[in-house]
């Protein structure tokens, strides 16, 4: 496509033109992150030996993945490489590492990061075991030999090799070399690179040498108490190993080139799998890092001007490794047993995001059941509360594909008919929009994503204007009605003081729909309002047989304060609900931080982790899915849906009455 073919050409420029960092311009144009997704085996004696795989590879770039919405479907997805489950060690080094080797001798930096969930082959990949050696002690074999070949006598260049081996732990950088040193500070000097002063360096000579260092750091790190183990899997390991050279001859120029080596925090979900107190908060600090390593990861590839290295320790310290003219690799490592799937889904809609996914990422196409059985999930593993998900329909999705944000071709042939922007999400509409504008500023000569006329497109951006300013209005009337519950509230308890204890008179005065006495009004969704409606008896009532109407008598309501709340939400028809929670579901899945401060009880910071959720999880499928968002509670989340639906729902249709 046009836009990744150019990105492929910055890549590729960046790489070449740049011969030392003496003397080179501080912003380079950034360089594509390259992504890479590995598949492990089904491993011996672990639970899930024996399912058929929901995952497979197509060919040395794409995988597709089994699709629990609708069993006849595949998600589809293309990488730089694909490495299957039969691949070898050999095959990852030296097809995604051995490559950017050379560049460190070029005075570069470098960084090959190890991705995944817990358990599918992180480790592995990157340290391997005696027999089968990973990523870095074959690297470190070659890149000793290399710099042993070119800093020999009689060659220009003298080179020397040190090594530091760190952790990044709840966001503090310890030395895993010294095991006394305290959270250290990253740095930047005058001309850009980061150091770490304090931290431990090692030279090493040969092979030896670094694993004298490092084995006993590592073993201390991967092996022994469970307590470690668990540490080792929310804590990010950071090789580093530095190659220096210094000319020989005039001029005596001297060279650094940085190789990172990365074994990064699980990806899991943590939250799913129960994690409670501290190991919940460790997790909130491992998305943190991850999500921005997400963030940076696609500001680079999308050569957004803002790359958010520094909001996270992880970023700050490869700001001069990742981008610019370094050489970065990302290994997302799967696992295929039926377990895993939703944080496989997770991990490769991470590793996608900035990537174009082939065709689109619901095909209908059959497979065949003994090669990839259908995903067959618990109602627990599928999250959230036992309600259905929202059945999405083939045209949603075919939006939702774009989530990724591939600023592709497809995307513009698929977007070009009027007809569909008309209908499609003002948020997502807006998002576009302001990508073609930004496109456009940059000098872009390529296809508007949108190519719809200027006229139309004007009317478009109208509309989008229009529907913020409904959402502001929205909003006065959310907070008028507020208010008058407050102000009705206040007249109820002084009511109530002056008639203790017939304490339900006010209620008298006020007629309400209802089918039955009250016990709770509470908001649920379509399908579970639906189905109450149905039933006459059921405990919870949200109005909708008009013909029953009956005054509320003061003995029917025992609870008169929660009674006043509830009034003006039972007069919101079920229709009009899942109305208010679908704006909320879309506001969830395509509002910008700033929409959703729009919201009721949804801050700055709330807004940044709802915002920060979705990119690493994917769209909420249902508005309770909040819930699982770090740092909001079960609690917070009722109360934001009461405060939000029926605003939303209530001004959109119920007028005056
Ligand atoms: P992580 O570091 O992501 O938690 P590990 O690397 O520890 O995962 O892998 C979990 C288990 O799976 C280990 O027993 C490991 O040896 C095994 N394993 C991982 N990848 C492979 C592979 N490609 N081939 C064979 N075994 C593997
Ligand atoms: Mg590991």
């Not at 969930?117 to 290399?146: F, N, W």
């Not at 009705?488 to 008298?508: F, G, M, V, W």
């Not at 003995?555 to 009009?576: F, Y």
């Not at 879309?586 to 009721?600: K, P, T, W, Y």
């Given at each position: ?55 497979r ?6 995988l ?41 001798l ?47 006598e ?31 500070v ?8 980061i ?15 670094f694993e ?6 590592s ?113 997302a490592?799967i ?144 907070k ?7 102000a ?47 039933s ?12 029953r ?34 704006k909320?579901l ?15 009880r ?56």
């Open positions: 496509t046009k836009a990744g073919g150019s990105r492929d050409r910055d890549h590729l420029g960046a790489g070449r033109c740049r011969p030392s960092k003496i003397g080179a311009s501080r912003r380079p144009p950034p360089a594509r992150v390259r992504v890479a997704v590995r598949l492990r085996p089904f491993v011996d004696g672990t639970v899930g030996a024996s399912d058929t795989p929901c995952v590879g197509m060919d040395s770039c794409s597709e993945i089994a699709n629990w919405r609708n069993h006849q479907e595949t998600l589809k997805y293309q990488f730089d490489a694909f490495y299957g489950e039969r691949s070898t060690q050999q095959d990852i080094y030296a097809g995604s590492v051995q490559p950017i080797l050379r560049h460190l070029e005075g570069q930096n470098a960084s090959v990061l190890a991705y995944g969930p817990t358990g599918a082959g992180k480790t592995h990949t990157m340290l391997g075991s005696p027999e089968q050696p990973g990523v870095i002690p074959r690297a470190l074999m070659d890149l000793l030999q290399l710099t042993r070949e070119e800093g020999a009689g060659r220009p260049w003298a080179l020397s090799v040190t090594m530091s081996y760190l952790e990044i732990y709840q966001e503090k950088v310890l030395d895993l070399l010294d095991s006394t040193s305290g959270d250290l990253i740095r930047e000097d005058c001309r850009g690179n150091l770490i002063p304090g931290l431990t360096q090692k030279p090493i000579t040969s092979f030896a040498d004298r260092h490092f084995l006993p750091a073993r201390n790190r991967t092996v022994g108490a469970t307590r470690l183990n668990q540490r080792s899997s929310r804590s990010h390991a950071v090789l580093l190993v530095k190659v220096d050279q210094r000319e020989r001859l005039a001029p005596f120029r001297q060279r650094e080139g940085k190789l990172y080596l990365i074994d990064l925090a699980g990806s899991e979900d943590n939250r799913r799998t129960g994690n409670k107190g501290l190991r919940l908060k460790e997790s909130g600090a491992i998305n943190a890092s991850l999500f921005v390593l997400g963030k940076v990861v696609d500001a680079l590839n999308q050569g957004l001007p803002r790359v958010p290295y520094r909001d996270s320790k992880l970023t700050r310290l490869l700001q001069d490794s990742l981008g610019g003219s370094a050489h970065s690799i990302l290994i490592n696992a295929p047993e039926r377990h895993f799937y939703l944080d496989t889904v997770s991990a490769l809609n991470f590793a996608a995001r900035t990537k174009e996914v082939i065709n689109r990422p619901f095909t209908n196409e059959s497979l065949q059941p003994h090669v990839l059985g259908p995903v067959k999930l618990s109602q627990k593993e599928l999250l959230g509360p036992p309600e259905a998900k929202r059945a999405r329909g083939p045209e949603e999705e075919e939006i939702g594909s774009l989530e990724p944000m591939a600023a592709s071709a497809s995307a513009s042939q698929k977007l070009s008919p009027l007809q569909k922007l008309s209908s499609m999400d003002p948020a997502m509409l807006e998002r576009l929009l302001s990508l073609d504008r930004l496109l456009a500023s940059q000098g872009s000569q390529g296809a508007p994503l949108l190519s719809t006329p200027k006229r139309e497109r004007m009317v478009l951006m109208k509309t989008v204007e229009e529907k913020d300013l409904e959402i502001e209005r929205l909003k006065m009337k959310q008028e009605l507020e208010a008058k519950v407050l009705q509230k206040a007249e109820d308890s002084k009511e109530k003081e002056n008639h203790c204890p017939t304490i339900l008179r006010p209620l008298l005065h006020r007629t309400v729909t209802v089918a039955k006495p009250l016990k709770k009004a509470v908001v649920m969704p379509l399908q579970l309002i639906q189905e109450q409606a149905a006459p008896n059921a405990e919870i009532h949200i109005l909708k047989n008009k013909g109407k009956r005054k509320l008598e003061s003995l029917d309501a025992p609870e008169p304060e929660e009674k006043a709340e509830d009034c003006w939400e039972l007069q919101i028809s079920p229709e009009l609900l899942a109305h208010g929670r679908q909320i879309d506001l969830l899945n395509e509002g910008s931080a700033r929409d959703l401060r729009s919201l009721q949804i801050g700055p910071k709330k807004a940044q982790l709802i915002v920060g959720w979705r990119e690493l999880h994917g769209p909420f499928s249902q508005v309770e899915d909040l819930e699982r968002v770090e740092g909001i509670t079960g609690k917070q989340m009722e109360s934001f849906l009461k405060a939000n639906i029926l605003g939303l729902a209530a001004g959109q249709r119920c007028g005056p009455s």
